[in-house]
């Protein structure tokens, strides 16, 4: 069973940045195109970021030139660099692949954006 395990978000000032990770239990970070997702109060969960196994990248319009998704392959791990935030990037941020998440969802990592 592999796991996924998110870490990084805290609470943060408009404007200010945050780094976030997702380590994979195995390899399955190197071989399939991850994504980032985030899951707002009441609202469904969405596509955040996403990158392939070339180093592709495509992003959400909301986040398009704040954030930045990267990879690891040697620590099976997926970066999010999250700069000028914005209050409504409050939210829970998962990982998980992209474009149909295979994996059991992780407990995700909390950012909270003051304005």
């Known amino acids: 069973q592999v796991r996924l395990a998110e870490s990084g978000g805290g609470l943060v000032q408009a404007g200010g940045s945050l780094r976030l990770s997702c380590v994979t239990s195995?390899?399955?970070?190197?071989?399939?195109?991850m994504g980032w997702y985030r899951q707002a109060p009441g609202a469904q969960r969405e596509m955040v970021a996403v990158?392939?196994?070339?180093?592709?990248?495509v992003y959400d319009e909301s986040v398009k030139g704040r954030f930045t998704i990267s990879r690891d392959n040697a620590k099976h791990t997926v970066y999010l660099q999250m700069n000028s935030l914005k209050s409504e990037d409050t939210a829970v941020y998962y990982c998980?692949?992209?474009?149909?998440?295979?994996?059991?969802w992780g407990q995700g990592t909390q950012v909270t954006v003051s304005s």
């Open positions: 990158i392939n196994g070339g180093g592709g990248t």
């Open positions: 998980n692949t992209f474009p149909h998440p295979k994996l059991d």
């Open positions: 195995e390899s399955i970070s190197n071989l399939y195109t």
